[in-house]
């Protein structure tokens, strides 16, 4: 594994570090929004002050931190492959290039010592689990790494309901940003309650501490809503989710295909408005990530003092 001099120096001086995942720009959006959208996460967070650490496996090499070169490639190569936190050992060894899912970037974010990390929504239970099995491995990595994921929730396509019972057996903490109902991702509102509500990064820090203080090593999932006015018009988005599901269903996509293949026939036939949505969200991460990881590093900085 190799973190990138800028990633390391920041987080020697106890300077603020965010990192990001690969799967959503390898294939999650489409080329060549994507290249675009991960060069500005990537602007974002440094305009703040912070510093980026996109995660990818650059032929073999875990790497945390980004050129712009590799940044490019996984872009834009066809041939990248996706990578969950169980391929991580074999894409190393047989030198593999590939995009990091939640599962994958958490747990390398989380061994190079990163806090903090902002996705645009995470993968859950999927519909139809109970025969399938089709549950997201970001769930059970999340529930043994010490990481602050910040998400729009999950996208629809998934089970909410059952994502959040999940999320509850597995002792993942839950945090509302400014509100008490699980954001849909595309949508503000899933209908779902939340029971814990944060209104500020201090508040999300403050209980990064605590877990600390309990030596949980879980991650915290800070749940940040796109604006009402934003969000995917919710009858479109009915319409275009019961003819994805019933599209998978038909040509029998299965296994890590799934996401991809929902993901991809969403912003085919949403004619676009669900890829500015996508986009929107995970901006809105990337910015709250960023004040997260800002307060963490000076609570870090002035208990250092004390
Ligand atoms: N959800 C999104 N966009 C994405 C993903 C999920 O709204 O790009 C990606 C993330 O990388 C996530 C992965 O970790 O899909 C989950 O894939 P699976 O369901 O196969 O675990
Ligand atoms: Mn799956």
Same mark, same amino acid.
């Given at each position: ?29 489409? &080329? ?8 500005? *996460? ?8 912070? +510093?980026?650490? +996109? ?30 936190? &169980? ?23 989380? &061994? ?6 902002? +996705? ?10 109970? &025969?399938? *099995? ?8 999340l529930a043994?790494?010490?990481? +602050? ?35 849909? *991702?595309?949508?503000?509102? $899933? ?8 209104? $500020? ?6 209980v990064m ?5 309990l030596a949980?090593?879980? @991650? ?26 019933? @599209? @998978? ?16 026939? *969403? ?27 800002? @307060? ?11």
């Amino acid at each position: 594994m190799s973190i990138s001099a800028a990633v390391s120096d920041a987080l020697a001086a106890g300077r603020p570090v965010v990192a990001l995942e690969s799967t959503i720009v390898a294939h999650g959006l489409p &080329r060549p929004r994507n290249l675009d959208a991960a060069r500005s *996460f990537e602007r974002l967070l440094r305009d703040a002050g912070v +510093t980026p650490a +996109t995660v990818a496996v650059v032929d073999g090499v875990a790497r945390v931190g980004l050129t712009a070169a590799e940044l490019e490639r996984i872009a834009e190569d066809p041939s990248v492959v996706k990578l969950s936190a &169980r391929d991580l050992a074999p894409a190393m060894a047989l030198r593999v290039t590939g995009a990091t899912t939640v599962a994958a970037t958490a747990l390398l974010a989380a &061994r190079a010592g990163i806090r903090v990390f902002s +996705t645009g929504g995470i993968g859950g239970v999927h519909r139809g689990a109970a &025969r399938s *099995f089709d549950e997201s491995a970001d769930l059970v990595a999340l529930a043994g790494l010490p990481i +602050t994921v910040v998400s729009a929730g999950a996208k629809s396509v998934l089970d909410l309901p059952a994502t959040l019972e999940r999320l509850e057996t597995l002792n993942i903490t839950v945090l509302g940003y400014r509100t008490n109902r699980y954001p849909g *991702f595309y949508l503000a509102d $899933s209908g779902l309650p939340i029971d814990w509500r944060v209104e $500020s990064a201090e508040d999300v820090v403050a209980v990064m501490a605590a877990q600390d203080a309990l030596a949980l090593h879980r @991650a915290v999932l800070v749940a940040n809503p796109l604006p009402a006015e934003r969000q995917l018009d919710p009858r479109l988005h009915d319409r275009v989710l019961a003819e994805a599901l019933a @599209a @998978a269903d038909q040509r029998g996509v299965t296994g890590k295909g799934v996401t991809p293949f929902l993901l991809a026939y *969403f912003q085919e036939h949403t004619g676009g408005a669900s890829l500015e949505v996508n986009i929107d969200v995970a901006t809105g991460n990337v910015v709250l990530g960023g004040q997260i990881a800002t @307060a963490w590093a000076r609570r870090e900085r002035s208990s250092a003092t004390a």
